[in-house]
Structures are given as C-alpha cells and as structure tokens.
C-alpha cells in the first residue's frame, strides 16, 4: 500500500449466535453501519457464523456450531454484502476429504464478492481439540488495505503465530476471538477478570513487538456456560490502543496510514530486522516433551 493512503479499521464486538440464518438477515445492516462510517477493514468475531462452542471442557454433539462448506451460500452472502469493503468473518468450516468429515474454526476475508484469504486456528485450547481439527500454518495475504495476516483467539497468546505473519508481509493483524471471561476465577466486574487483562495484553503485545496495526474483535453477551468480553479494539504500531468498545456491544473504528506509520515506526528501531536469529537456538524450537516447564498440571 502506498505511504499516505489512509484507511479506516473496524473491530466489532457483538453477540453471534447459533441461527446461522437469523446472523446472515442482520450483517447487511452492520455492514452498512461500518460503512456509512467510512470503514474499509471491517473485522467480526470468530464464530460469527454459527456461535462458538457451548462446552470448551467436554463439548459434546449438541454443544458444537452448524459447519458450513467455504464454497456454499452462507461465504457467498458475506462476500456479496458490500463490495467495497474487506471483511473478515469467522465460521466453523466442513471439509470432506477421502469420505473423512473434519471440522475447522475458519476465519474467511472477502472482498468483492470474492474470497481473499483463510486461516484455520492452530492452537486449540482445553477441549477444543474434541471439537475441531487444528490448521497447519500461518501465512499473509494481499488485500486492498493492505497486506494482512489473521488469527482466531487462543492463537494470538503464542508469540510465534504474529511473528510469522509479520516476517510473510503483514502490515495489519486481524484476531477474531470468541474469548470468555474466566470460568475458573470469576470477577463480578469484566475489568477485573484475569482473562480481559490477558485479552488486552496480548494485542497490545502483538501489534507492539512486530509494529504493525492489531485489528481485534469478539463475542459479547452468553452463550451456554461461557460470558464474552466484548473489547474489541484498534491497536497502533506502538501497541497503543486507539480506539476500543469495552464490554458491550459496538464497533471500535480508527484512522490509519498502514504503510506511512509502520515505516515511522521502524524508522529508528525494526524489531524484525534487528532480530538476532543465532541466539535463538533453533534446535530448542521442539524440545523433549519430558522437559518439567511443558508437563501439563
């Protein structure tokens, strides 16, 4: 993208539910609200179509979302819904491979009526993994504001996941995120909850340390046993936090030269440049699952 062409990020936080149908009847008007407001990245929660997971523990058959193919009517809708803009949406995606039926958590961006670019979740916390299959990788894409990486909740906790995006090109991180408030240490206020600190924590960590822009959206309200944490935000590349909507629902909305302001903000100190790649010890990349800090508790 050149430097100078500004555009305008959006990060919703909203309650998706299970009615895939009743999802799709009102995202023709969010997407015109985004619009009317300028948005050309308009980022929706993971799950968006189809809810989340009722049970992260022990889901079973009846707590998991509908899965849609990518190539059905229900990508076709939101692709179609507004031309001008880039979306990102997330969905549970049905494969069949060999006569074999998987499940992914997928995150799709569309433009103009067409598909840009998937990402299906690597890092599958508690019983996610009953749930769903994990993806293989991570990888960045061209779109027209600029080139963009993404991520599905539990993927951004994992410094490897952004960095990788950052070294293929990404200028913008986008996290759809599903993020629940803590279900083993609840807090009567979400700005105390442990889970909202580390939602926060990570997206300002991520956009900070490769000095790109952090698009982040989530989930509100309940949905089975699980409370979401809204505050979807708009992260800079110095990992300030220019625009957020807390707990409720809304849209975080925020101005950005991408290219002008990476380039300011690498101009004295590039972090991916300035890495020193033989101290890292490569051959640590995959230690013995023996080694005490990776037990499980």
């Keep these: 993208m050149p430097d100078g062409r500004e555009v305008v990020l959006g990060a919703v936080a909203g309650h998706f539910g299970r009615d895939v149908g009743r999802t799709l009847a009102k995202l023709p008007a969010l997407v015109e609200a985004a619009a009317a407001r300028g948005v050309d990245l308009l980022v929706l929660p993971d799950a968006t179509l189809g809810g989340y997971l009722l049970d992260m523990h022990h889901p079973g058959p009846a707590d998991l979302p509908p899965a849609v193919a990518l190539d059905g009517p229900e990508v076709a809708r939101v692709a179609a819904l507004a031309p001008d803009l880039t979306i990102c949406f997330g969905l549970a995606e049905r494969v069949v491979e060999d006569g074999v039926e998987r499940c992914y958590n997928t995150a799709v961006c569309v433009h103009g009526g067409?598909?840009?670019?998937?990402?299906r979740k690597v890092h599958l916390p508690l019983g996610e993994s009953q749930a769903y299959a994990p993806g293989d990788g991570f990888a960045a894409f061209d779109t027209p504001v600029g080139r963009l990486g993404m991520l599905i909740d539990f993927d951004k906790t994992f410094p490897e996941s952004a960095r990788?995006?950052?070294?293929?090109?990404?200028?913008?991180?986008?996290?759809?995120?599903?993020?629940?408030?803590?279900?083993?240490?609840?807090?009567?206020?979400?700005?105390?909850?442990?889970?909202?600190?580390?939602?926060?924590?990570?997206?300002?960590?991520?956009?900070?340390?490769?000095?790109?822009?952090?698009?982040?959206?989530?989930?509100?309200?309940?949905?089975?046993?699980?409370?979401?944490?809204?505050?979807?935000?708009?992260?800079?590349?110095?990992?300030?936090?220019?625009?957020?909507?807390?707990?409720?629902?809304?849209?975080?909305?925020?101005?950005?030269?991408?290219?002008?302001?990476?380039?300011?903000?690498?101009?004295?100190?590039?972090?991916?440049?300035?890495?020193?790649?033989?101290?890292?010890?490569?051959?640590?990349?995959?230690?013995?699952?023996?080694?005490?800090?990776?037990?499980?508790?």
């Excluded at 067409?114 to 990402?119: D, K």
């Excluded at 935000?233 to 990992?239: E, F, M, T």
Aim: proline share 5%; glycine share 8%.
């Design 114 to 119: 067409q598909v840009l670019g998937t990402h």
């Design 164 to 297: 990788t995006l950052a070294l293929d090109g990404a200028e913008v991180l986008v996290c759809l995120s599903a993020w629940p408030a803590s279900v083993t240490d609840r807090s009567d206020r979400i700005r105390h909850d442990r889970q909202a600190h580390l939602f926060d924590l990570y997206d300002c960590a991520r956009a900070a340390e490769n000095q790109v822009w952090l698009v982040s959206s989530n989930q509100t309200g309940v949905l089975g046993g699980l409370r979401f944490l809204g505050q979807a935000k708009v992260v800079d590349p110095a990992g300030e936090i220019v625009a957020k909507t807390w707990a409720k629902g809304g849209l975080a909305v925020a101005r950005a030269d991408v290219a002008g302001s990476l380039a300011r903000a690498r101009r004295t100190m590039h972090h991916l440049a300035d890495r020193a790649e033989h101290a890292y010890h490569p051959s640590l990349a995959h230690p013995s699952p023996a080694h005490p800090f990776l037990a499980r508790p």
